[in-house]
């Protein structure tokens, strides 16, 4: 009975904690990933997102665009979103895992990417700008 109480105790501080960050205060976190076209001048990025049970389909999005989804994490931590991103000039498909579990789960809620040529940058919420930019996957 004292366990039981101490672990509802304990889920409701984390809960509290979790709220704060944007959630709805239960596991698994609700996450949203949000892309935006950085690729400058009048460049259209085609971006393609899915996961192993989700198909997002493809958007379009001009320049400045951005579009966003949510979504449930896996209570097993195997949550894992990858886009392609194709635009004229770009001379191949490239790919990032936008989310993925491993990785982003403790540190990202409300993950925030933009897509330049030379590769996909994050935004830093300690800099307050896109300035972790990572290579294409090939």
Same mark, same amino acid.
């Given at each position: 009975?004292?366990?039981?109480?101490?672990f509802?105790?304990?889920?409701?501080?984390?809960? #509290?904690?979790?709220?704060?960050?944007?959630?709805?205060?239960?596991?698994?976190?609700?996450?949203?990933?949000?892309?935006?076209? *950085?690729?400058?001048?009048?460049?259209?990025?085609?971006?393609?997102?899915?996961?192993?049970?989700?198909?997002?389909?493809?958007?379009?999005?001009g320049?400045?665009? #951005?579009?966003?989804?949510?979504?449930?994490?896996?209570?097993?931590?195997?949550?894992?979103?990858?886009?392609?991103?194709?635009?004229?000039?770009?001379?191949?498909?490239?790919?990032?895992?936008?989310?993925? #579990?491993?990785?982003?789960?403790?540190?990202?809620?409300?993950?925030?990417?933009?897509?330049?040529?030379?590769?996909?940058?994050?935004?830093?919420?300690?800099?307050? *700008?896109?300035?972790?930019?990572?290579?294409?996957?090939?």
């Open positions: 009975m004292i366990v039981n109480v101490i509802l105790l304990c889920i409701g501080i984390i809960n #509290d904690v979790v709220k704060a960050e944007d959630t709805n205060g239960i596991f698994p976190l609700k996450k949203m990933v949000m892309i935006g076209n *950085a690729l400058g001048g009048s460049v259209q990025l085609k971006a393609h997102c899915k996961s192993k049970d989700d198909d997002l389909g493809v958007r379009v999005l320049p400045g665009q #951005d579009f966003h989804f949510r979504f449930w994490t896996s209570v097993f931590s195997t949550t894992l979103f990858k886009c392609s991103f194709e635009w004229p000039g770009s001379g191949k498909l490239h790919w990032y895992d936008v989310y993925n #579990d491993k990785r982003d789960y403790w540190g990202c809620v409300n993950c925030k990417w933009i897509i330049k040529p030379f590769g996909i940058c994050e935004f830093n919420v300690q800099t307050s *700008a896109y300035d972790r930019c990572f290579s294409w996957k090939e």
